[in-house]
T-cell receptor, first 116, second 112 residues
């Protein structure tokens, strides 16, 4: 069974630009959640999508948005990039919504975004 | 607000030594997971513990969930260089906006 696939692996963008990251979950998994990881803040929750609907959202500005398609693939968009947005962006897939039952999250390799 | 505190933050040991990493919270979790992450990669799930007091073993790694399901520990016996990485605990909860809360992380370096 293929794991979680994130594309691209690496990205360099300029301040003010926007970026779209993609995540393909494990086949059959309907929940996709996104996290930002930085050395100083650790893993910070961005949002979770389940059945094409955003179910939970972390404390990030509106520049961070996402969506999920009918095949459970998800995209995350960051507009008006700032230097502080440089981070490893991770997505995780789960068979059920996080918090239900013995939730297990499986992560992709991440997208390393550098804003210059 | 970080709900899960891990200690120590950093650990540098020699091959063959034993170590324990702690994950503590004032919140109760329905389950708790441990992950290991290598540089530039995503976290890899090692184990999930569900029942208070539960102990799970994965080769040289022993995981324990606290009786009250608020804390957990990871013990590594005879550490090897391949154990090097960032260890993260994550607690699952069904309240609040963040259903899977991650710990602050423990960075382990095992030298030959």
């Amino acid at each position: 069974k293929a794991g979680v696939t994130q594309t691209p692996r690496y990205l360099i963008k300029t301040r003010g630009q926007q970026v779209t990251l993609s995540c393909s979950p494990i086949s059959g998994h309907r929940s996709v959640s996104w996290y930002q990881q930085t050395p100083g803040q650790g893993l910070q929750f961005l949002f979770e999508y389940f059945s094409e609907t955003q179910r939970n959202k972390g404390n990030f500005p509106g520049r961070f948005s996402g969506r999920q398609f009918s095949n459970s693939r998800s995209e995350m968009n960051v507009s008006t990039l700032e230097l502080g947005d440089s981070a490893l962006y991770l997505c995780a897939s789960s068979p059920v919504m996080l918090g239900q039952g013995n939730t297990e999250a499986f992560f992709g390799q991440g997208t390393r975004l550098t804003v210059v | 607000t970080q709900l899960l505190e891990q200690s120590p933050q950093f650990l540098s040991i020699q091959e063959g030594e034993n170590l324990t990493v702690y994950c503590n919270s004032s919140s109760v979790f329905s389950s708790l997971q441990w992950y290991r992450q290598e540089p530039g990669e995503g976290p890899v799930l090692l184990v999930t513990v569900v029942t208070g007091g539960e102990v799970k073993k994965l080769k040289r790694l022993t995981f324990q969930f606290g009786d009250a399901r608020k804390d957990s520990s990871l013990h590594i016996t005879a550490a090897q260089p391949g154990d090097t990485g960032l260890y993260l605990c994550a607690g699952a909860q069904n309240t609040g906006f963040q259903k899977l809360v991650f710990g602050t992380g423990t960075r382990l370096l095992v030298s030959p």
